[in-house]
């Protein structure tokens, strides 16, 4: 579900997990003295983290109630994990993973009153891995290959309802400069600017009708900066944050844009411009709160700030006479104005060790 978040909303939270974190620091295990020193990994040795929860809220009510409210049951679980190895003194591997999906089922009210169950609707969907090897010669910045893979679990984006499975996929090769600002368990922060190749893959429906598909793919290269940012507060609340810019220098269909031109593009209801949008520069912020009330019940708070002025995962598709076919999908993909996303959820979480 998209939120634009509040101000007000964010600081009640911050201050109440913050407040829950400091009254409970009488009875919290004191903090490792090695948590506050920079971390020293053993060569060779992998360090994995993995960390699995679920969410549920739920109401119902009564045929007769008379407030009027409509019962829902939403769900949402997460798997979000990490393996770091110091494989040489000159060479680190870090790979991550985060995967995420939940559902939403609400009443609906009939004409007659009846009450009746709607189908379950996708709230909450993510895939993405990546894995960085940083070169570590105590240079004043890291050289650094990287991967990362995106996508979903489900595509609901059909107009029609129907349904395409890990779709789309985004793959992405960089390679750049980077610097570890800070280094310690309980605190870390990871610099990254570089160039990166990006490629896309997408499935979609043949027709209006069947199950039929075909997939198009479409390519850009461009500049990227990633800032990833970890906070442990007395080993309660934890902030992770990823801050991601990449400004594309081309795209590979845009020259499908140019050839039907101005005129064609304002006839099939687009913006004459629609090809620089391709171009403009994304920003993905993603902010996470978790606060620990017990080993397995958290607090969990996501925030993001999404810009993505133009969809690349969609591209333009026309028939043998040059005509724009897919005008309603290419117009969907347009997002001009900034998105918002924010949840709150109590649930069960356990990390493993």
Same mark, same amino acid.
Do not use: H
């Given at each position: ?48 983290? #993995? ?9 119902? %009510? ?36 985060? #995967? ?7 009443? =609906? ?34 050289? +650094? #290959? ?54 896309? +893959? ?18 850009? @290269? ?11 507060? =007395? ?10 810019? +990449? ?12 050839? #039907? ?19 403009? @520069? ?19 708070? %996501?925030?993001?700030?999404? %810009? ?28 001009? *104005?900034?998105?918002? *996303? ?12």
């Amino acid at each position: 579900m998209l939120k634009i978040v509040t101000p007000g909303l964010l600081a009640v939270l911050i201050a109440g997990t913050v407040s829950t974190a400091f009254a409970q620091e009488a009875i919290a295990p004191e903090v490792p003295k090695e948590a506050k020193e920079k971390r020293v990994l053993e060569v060779g040795k992998w360090y994995p983290t #993995l960390e699995g929860g679920l969410n549920l809220t739920q109401a119902s %009510y009564s045929e007769n109630w008379k407030g009027g409210e409509t019962g829902s049951v939403s769900w949402n679980a997460f798997l979000n994990g990490s393996a770091e190895n110091q494989v040489k003194p000159t060479l680190n591997w870090l790979s991550s993973m985060k #995967l995420l999906y939940g559902q939403t089922r609400r009443q =609906e009210i009939g004409a007659n009153g009846d009450r009746s169950w709607g189908d379950a609707e996708k709230s909450a969907d993510l895939i993405q891995i990546e894995s960085i090897l940083r070169l570590t010669r105590n240079w004043a910045v890291d050289p +650094y #290959l990287s991967v990362r893979y995106e996508s979903f679990f489900q595509d609901i984006t059909d107009p029609f309802g129907r349904k395409l499975w890990i779709n789309p996929m985004t793959f992405k090769e960089s390679t750049g400069i980077a610097r570890k600002f800070k280094d310690r368990e309980d605190d870390q922060l990871l610099m990254r600017a570089g160039f990166t190749a990006r490629e896309n +893959y997408r499935q979609f429906y043949a027709s209006d009708t069947g199950n039929e598909t075909f997939s198009e793919t479409s390519w850009d @290269v461009g500049a990227e900066l990633i800032v990833d940012y970890k906070k442990v507060f =007395e080993q309660r609340l934890t902030y992770v944050s990823r801050l991601s810019v +990449y400004q594309p220098f081309n795209w590979s269909k845009n020259e499908i844009f140019d050839a #039907l031109g101005p005129d064609s593009l304002i006839a099939a209801g687009l913006s004459p411009d629609i090809a620089s949008y391709a171009t403009t @520069v994304d920003v993905d912020w993603q902010n996470t709160f978790t606060t620990k009330v017990t080993k397995f019940i958290s607090f969990n708070f %996501y925030l993001e700030i999404l %810009y993505d002025k133009y969809d690349n995962t969609v591209v333009p598709i026309v028939d043998d006479n040059g005509a724009l076919t897919n005008a309603g999908a290419i117009d969907f993909s347009v997002r001009k *104005k900034g998105q918002f *996303k924010q949840t709150f959820g109590v649930g069960l979480s356990y990390t493993f060790k």
